[in-house]
């Protein structure tokens, strides 16, 4: 997109008894407008409260800026407000439509004497346009629309709760979820954001999040940009069953597919469907059903043998998908299994390792790697915010086939250090979750110990001493010190071999680890030598 960042500070050539301002912030409120009140000193008896104001536009391509000085002294001052008036034609090859104009202009300026309580404002505003307009912006204007559209978005659904933190999110939120859309060749677009409000528009961002929300806060303007974003996700329907595009860009001239199909026409079913019932209106229904029954049916063709929907990536473009590894929860297929949280983590480990080793043996960090690195997928996890067995295991604590077997998931931070990947309150949600639920009865002998290192990581060392001291069949050591399975496995050294690693990580912690005796209470009943 064509895109300029300006330095302009209109205030940098006012003039205060004939010398540049210097200011001293006292406040700043955020509320459909910015508004900032500073203090200025200006000599014996001289200081000036100075109230500026910054809002888009409404309907126009501008930021508009008004600017208020108060006398708040006991002698006259001397202002001088230039007159600015900046021209800037941007590059024709980079234009779609060969040059623009980028306008910086101020009204209202001049010099004058401000008596003591008195008040001088000016404005300011930078603009783009394709063709120069006949005359400047109206800066009070501005300010009247949008403070009018602004309390309208915030009457109509408001969030009322406890917690006024709560409550100011939701209703900032509205703000950027209304005002971010604007006329374009291609119709009414809502714009991705990101800085660059660009013309453009994505299965994610605009089929499936905002669309279902325009309804409810009753923004005809939104509702209209709705249903023109899914008329050009229409346009792709096609007999052979391709993909929709990603993306609809060049204000509906183009398109972005790059990541090959993320599960696009998931999203756009499910957008459609739910702006459909929030709207209530059923010609707009009529209009969407053919494409939200193709998007259906384009999933029920991709649907594989694990019964999952598949694609090309997901919504989570270039991230980095573990798939086909056999995982050490047994009743994962490999041929199945998205992202396993053991196994993620293991690739962390691995390449963080390397690249460490590489650094020490005086070598540069591998850029390749370090991109693998920065790309892993998270670790998957359910509403109770839970850790799943696997991206694609979203039963895993409503399965008994999945919660009697190794849990896995805790050797994801116990067996292998703490990482971006996970989050340490999640964790202890699923360690919580799997100690007081898990059928352990079908567990194995180094679960024990898994679960041990896991609880010491995670600062909860009674869970770790209680684990490794468990009364279940597959946790017993017989008087030859071998780990008892059942009468055809009475030897089995992955117990034995977790128990030793679980005991040494307890005592001696880990790289970084402050603590003496870890995984030992501190309870005054356990002198751990």
């Given at each position: 997109?064509?895109?300029?960042?300006?330095?302009?500070?209109?205030?940098?050539?006012?003039?205060?008894?004939?010398?540049?301002?210097?200011?001293?912030?006292?406040?700043?409120?955020?509320?459909?407008?910015?508004?900032?009140?500073?203090?200025?000193?200006?000599?014996?008896?001289?200081?000036?409260?100075?109230?500026?104001?910054?809002?888009?536009?409404?309907?126009?391509?501008?930021?508009?800026?008004?600017y208020?000085?108060?006398?708040?002294g006991?002698?006259?001052?001397?202002?001088?407000?230039?007159?600015?008036?900046?021209?800037?034609?941007?590059?024709?090859?980079?234009?779609?439509?060969?040059?623009?104009?980028?306008?910086?202009?101020?009204?209202?300026?001049?010099?004058?004497?401000?008596?003591?309580?008195?008040?001088?404002?000016?404005?300011?505003?930078?603009?783009?346009?394709?063709?120069?307009?006949?005359?400047?912006?109206?800066?009070?204007?501005?300010?009247e629309?949008?403070?009018?559209v602004?309390?309208?978005?915030?009457?109509?659904?408001?969030?009322?709760?406890?917690?006024?933190?709560?409550?100011?999110?939701?209703?900032?939120?509205?703000?950027?979820?209304?005002?971010?859309?604007?006329?374009?060749?291609?119709?009414?677009?809502?714009?991705?954001?990101?800085?660059s409000?660009?013309?453009?528009?994505?299965?994610?961002?605009?089929?499936?999040?905002?669309?279902?929300?325009?309804?409810?806060?009753?923004?005809?303007?939104?509702?209209?940009?709705?249903?023109?974003?899914?008329?050009?996700?229409?346009?792709?329907?096609?007999?052979?069953?391709?993909?929709?595009?990603?993306s609809?860009?060049?204000?509906?001239?183009?398109?972005?597919?790059?990541?090959?199909?993320?599960g696009?026409?998931?999203?756009?079913?499910?957008?459609?469907?739910?702006?459909?019932?929030?709207?209530?209106?059923?010609?707009?229904?009529?209009?969407?059903?053919?494409?939200?029954?193709?998007?259906?049916?384009?999933?029920?063709?991709?649907?594989?043998?694990?019964?999952?929907?598949?694609?090309?990536?997901?919504?989570?473009?270039g991230?980095?998908?573990?798939?086909?590894?056999?995982?050490?929860?047994?009743?994962?297929?490999a041929?199945?299994?998205?992202?396993?949280?053991?196994?993620?983590?293991?690739?962390?480990?691995?390449?963080?390792?390397?690249?460490?080793?590489?650094?020490?043996?005086?070598?540069?960090?591998n850029?390749?790697?370090?991109?693998?690195?920065?790309k892993?997928?998270?670790?998957a996890?359910?509403?109770?915010?839970?850790?799943?067995?696997?991206?694609?295991a979203?039963?895993?604590?409503?399965?008994?086939?999945?919660?009697?077997?190794?849990?896995?998931?805790?050797?994801?931070?116990?067996?292998?250090?703490?990482?971006?990947?996970i989050?340490?309150?999640y964790?202890?949600?699923?360690?919580?979750?799997?100690?007081?639920?898990?059928?352990?009865?079908?567990?194995?002998?180094?679960?024990?110990?898994?679960?041990?290192?896991?609880?010491?990581?995670?600062?909860?060392?009674?869970?770790?001493v209680?684990?490794?001291?468990?009364?279940?069949?597959?946790?017993?050591?017989?008087?030859?010190?071998?780990?008892?399975?059942?009468?055809?496995l009475?030897c089995?050294?992955?117990?034995?071999?977790?128990?030793?690693?679980?005991?040494?990580?307890?005592?001696?912690?880990?790289?970084?680890?402050?603590?003496?005796?870890?995984?030992?209470?501190?309870?005054?009943?356990?002198?751990?030598?």
């Amino acid at each position: 997109s064509l895109m300029r960042r300006l330095d302009w500070n209109p205030l940098e050539d006012v003039m205060v008894e004939g010398r540049a301002m210097r200011e001293q912030v006292k406040s700043v409120t955020l509320n459909g407008t910015l508004v900032v009140v500073s203090d200025i000193q200006a000599g014996k008896n001289r200081s000036l409260s100075l109230k500026r104001t910054y809002l888009p536009s409404v309907d126009l391509p501008s930021l508009v800026e008004i600017y208020e000085f108060t006398n708040t002294g006991t002698e006259a001052i001397d202002l001088e407000i230039p007159k600015i008036g900046i021209v800037s034609p941007t590059n024709p090859k980079k234009g779609v439509e060969g040059s623009y104009y980028i306008l910086c202009t101020s009204a209202d300026g001049g010099s004058q004497t401000l008596l003591p309580g008195k008040t001088a404002a000016f404005s300011a505003s930078v603009s783009a346009y394709k063709v120069l307009p006949e005359k400047n912006i109206d800066a009070a204007k501005e300010l009247e629309k949008r403070k009018t559209v602004v309390a309208e978005w915030m009457n109509n659904l408001v969030l009322d709760t406890p917690d006024p933190v709560i409550n100011e999110m939701f209703a900032f939120s509205k703000i950027r979820a209304l005002e971010s859309i604007y006329e374009t060749k291609g119709g009414p677009m809502h714009g991705p954001g990101g800085e660059s409000y660009y013309a453009a528009i994505w299965a994610n961002d605009q089929a499936e999040y905002i669309n279902p929300y325009f309804p409810y806060v009753g923004y005809q303007y939104g509702n209209a940009s709705a249903v023109n974003s899914f008329e050009h996700f229409a346009r792709y329907m096609n007999d052979e069953w391709k993909p929709i595009p990603s993306s609809i860009v060049a204000e509906g001239d183009s398109y972005w597919n790059g990541a090959g199909d993320r599960g696009d026409a998931a999203m756009i079913a499910y957008g459609a469907a739910r702006y459909a019932l929030a709207s209530g209106n059923k010609e707009e229904a009529l209009k969407l059903w053919p494409l939200i029954e193709w998007c259906l049916e384009f999933c029920r063709r991709k649907i594989n043998e694990g019964g999952v929907v598949a694609s090309d990536s997901d919504e989570l473009e270039g991230r980095f998908v573990l798939k086909g590894a056999i995982p050490a929860q047994e009743t994962l297929r490999a041929s199945e299994t998205v992202n396993p949280p053991f196994e993620l983590s293991y690739w962390h480990f691995a390449m963080e390792t390397a690249q460490k080793w590489r650094e020490r043996a005086g070598e540069k960090r591998n850029l390749e790697w370090d991109e693998m690195i920065d790309k892993l997928s998270p670790l998957a996890y359910n509403e109770d915010k839970l850790y799943l067995a696997a991206e694609t295991a979203t039963d895993t604590y409503k399965d008994i086939r999945f919660t009697s077997d190794h849990m896995a998931v805790l050797g994801s931070v116990g067996i292998l250090p703490m990482n971006k990947l996970i989050r340490d309150d999640y964790m202890k949600n699923t360690l919580h979750w799997i100690w007081d639920n898990w059928n352990w009865g079908k567990t194995w002998g180094w679960d024990y110990p898994m679960t041990a290192m896991n609880a010491t990581r995670l600062g909860e060392p009674e869970k770790a001493v209680g684990a490794l001291l468990m009364d279940k069949r597959t946790n017993t050591y017989l008087l030859n010190g071998h780990n008892y399975q059942d009468g055809r496995l009475r030897c089995y050294l992955p117990g034995n071999g977790g128990l030793l690693t679980a005991v040494a990580l307890m005592c001696a912690g880990w790289d970084g680890c402050t603590e003496g005796n870890p995984g030992f209470p501190k309870n005054g009943l356990w002198n751990v030598k």
